[in-house]
């Protein structure tokens, strides 16, 4: 109850929550009604196998359905290949991490990278 509390309050002040690995470990659907959680992140164990496993397709496109339906954001993990990508895409899938899209950077570089593509950068109304 405390951490629900002080996540409102925060939460409150523009705050926004995302749930990590969604899809293995602790992660529940309970914590979706109980916690200020805008952003889903979607465990790359199941995107890394979208293409191949069946059920890790269909828990992957059950958690992009979910999220619309409870007007969250979405993030997968994980995108190592075009063909990843064209699946997240296909299901309404809009944001996404991995080394497809960017290796990981250092600080300069992350600037740098930033500065020369601002269009690429989301627009929030704070």
Known sequence: DLATQTMDKISARGVRFAIDD????YSSLARLKRFPVSTLKIDRSLIRDVLTDANDAAVAETILAMGRNLGLEIVAEGIEEQAQLDFLTERSCARGQGF???KPMDVETAKRFLEQNRELIPRRDV
Do not use: D, R
Request: neutral net charge; charged residues 0%; proline residues 0%.
């Open 100 to 102: 497809f899209l960017g």
């Open 22 to 25: 969604f899809g293995t470990g």
